[in-house]
């Protein structure tokens, strides 16, 4: 599978944006797929995670309440809609895959060593 990232931007403290991840070459519904982030100096962290049937999620403690992860299988894609953005949430966000349709599961994995397919990253700024 091979994985689109796009929607990022710059964005003042307390706006919103809404990244896409848009998959080809395999369904998205067999995968179990995750939001990670990586500022510069740090390292790549887990943000929201979603399972292939869209049954369970996976939020970072950091943005409960704020992010939202939903999939839509029509369009092979997954979101992540962020919601009242911080300084501390700049940073590049990266949608990853995880094959799953071989178990019933609805684990969401939260480290980045599960997952085996990533996008190329679209860049989050927000400025204060």
């Known amino acids: 599978v091979q994985l689109q990232a796009s929607g990022g931007g710059l964005v003042q403290a307390g706006d919103s944006l809404r990244l896409s991840c848009a998959a080809s070459?395999?369904?998205?519904?067999?995968?179990?797929m995750g939001w990670f982030r990586q500022a510069p100096g740090k390292e790549r962290e887990f943000v929201a995670g979603?399972?292939?049937?869209?049954?369970?999620?996976k939020y970072a403690d950091s943005v409960k309440g704020r992010f939202t992860i939903s999939r839509d299988g029509a369009r092979n894609t997954v979101y992540l809609q962020m919601n009242s953005l911080k300084s501390e949430d700049m940073a590049v966000y990266y949608c990853?895959?995880?094959?799953?349709?071989?178990?019933?599961?609805?684990?969401?994995?939260?480290?980045?060593?599960?997952?085996?397919?990533w996008g190329q990253g679209t860049q989050v700024t927000v400025s204060s």
């Open positions: 979603i399972s292939w049937s869209g049954s369970s999620t």
């Open positions: 990853a895959a995880r094959y799953q349709a071989y178990t019933s599961s609805t684990y969401v994995y939260p480290a980045p060593a599960d997952y085996f397919y």
């Open positions: 070459g395999r369904s998205l519904s067999d995968y179990v």
